[in-house]
Nanobody, 124 residues
């Protein structure tokens, strides 16, 4: 089974930047579509961004496009989410997910593998 481990979450002030990492020791992860989801307290988990094995990116909203960047480093078997100009509304647990085949990347059911999440908290 592919093991995914998120890291990089922290408590920061509004306007700060963070880079989240999703790491796997198995290089098979580099052939999968990999995505970031987030879940705020009392809400459903929602899609944030995803990236194909070729580096084609998808973002959820225009505001996210302007502040967040998803990337991958195949040499490290790792996918990143660079988050700039963080807002309190970004507070959530951020999850990494991966799938060998994706139809609609925004649907949780598309993904075969999930990490345990990393907490991002943004204060005003």
């Amino acid at each position: 089974q592919v093991q995914l481990v998120e890291s990089g979450g922290a408590l920061v002030q509004a306007g700060a930047s963070l880079r989240l990492s999703c790491a796997a020791s198995d290089p098979t992860i580099n052939t999968y579509y990999t995505a970031w989801f987030r879940q705020a307290p009392g809400t459903e988990r929602v899609f944030v961004s995803g990236i194909t094995r070729k580096g084609v990116r998808t973002y959820d909203t225009d505001s996210v496009k302007g502040r967040f960047t998803v990337s991958r480093d195949s040499s490290k078997n790792t996918v990143y989410l660079q988050m700039n100009n963080l807002e309190p509304e970004d507070t959530a647990v951020y999850y990494c997910a991966a799938a060998s085949i994706v139809d609609d990347p925004r649907r949780e059911g598309e993904y075969e593998y999930w990490g345990q999440g990393t907490q991002v908290t943004v204060s005003s």
